[in-house]
């Protein structure tokens, strides 16, 4: 056999190790953030670097096991090796660009909850409008290479062509794991969204003595 079964145990158990991590990431996601504006932007883009890193890791994980079956005999392996180690690899770059994009963004916008909350409330719910509307499309991406990979293995299976059965296996196992990744993310931008939308500036003005007649301050509510 191509690979043997405790070769591919080895692989799949490997995998499920990357994806039991997003567990605590999603748990973590929906803690109270303190109930300031700006420690729940941290706390935001704090578990979307976490998501970044986890993206980095399957990649790294699927595409290390796409070399290694690279490295035996039999059409099986060469199709399994092949989709994993090219989707895989996908997946690395894209978790590295998507985490310069968090650590760009979330400083950016935590320091503009700080210095001008009403402006942050305008750009990030636009932001999160756009970023919410995307996530269909992402999920729905995975959910159908997921389901691409097993209508490839099923056709392998019927036709007993094992490069097929590689291929399909490859790419439903890496589409099955973005999927969940990147679920719990849908659901922390849309709470996220709810705390932008109820976070209401606002802007007072009391009255003193001494050298400073007058004071302007700024708070926030939810």
């Not at 994806?19 to 973590?28: D, E, R, T, V």
């Not at 883009?45 to 290390?64: D, H, I, K, R």
């Not at 978790?95 to 700080?114: F, N, P, T, W």
């Not at 709810?194 to 708070?219: L, Q």
Request: hydrophobic share 45%.
């Amino acid at each position: 056999m191509p690979l043997s079964s405790a070769g591919f145990a080895r692989v799949f158990g490997l995998s499920t190790l990357v994806l039991a991590l997003a567990a605590p990431a999603a748990a973590h996601a929906d803690e109270p953030a303190g109930g300031a504006m700006v420690a729940t932007t941290r706390s935001y883009y704090a578990n979307e670097m976490t998501t970044s890193f986890l993206f980095m890791g399957y990649g790294a994980v699927t595409a290390g096991a796409g070399a290694a079956s690279l490295t035996q005999d039999g059409e099986w392996s060469r199709g399994f090796g092949w989709s994993s180690l090219i989707a895989g690899g996908l997946t690395v770059l894209g978790g590295a660009a998507y985490g310069v994009a968090v650590k760009v963004r979330g400083d950016y916008y935590e320091g503009l909850a700080a210095k001008d909350p009403a402006q942050f409330k305008r750009e990030e719910s636009d932001r999160l409008e756009g970023t919410n509307k995307r996530f269909i499309l992402y999920l729905g991406s995975e959910i159908l290479e997921t389901l691409a990979g097993i209508g490839i293995a099923t056709y392998g299976f019927v036709a007993k062509d094992d490069l097929y059965k590689g291929i399909g296996a490859g790419a439903a196992i890496q589409g099955i794991g973005l999927f969940v990744i990147d679920a719990p993310g849908a659901g922390r931008a849309a709470k996220y969204q709810d705390d932008v939308r109820r976070f209401e500036p606002k802007i007072g003005m009391s009255v003193g003595g001494g050298n400073r007649p007058w004071a302007a301050t700024v708070g926030h509510s939810f």
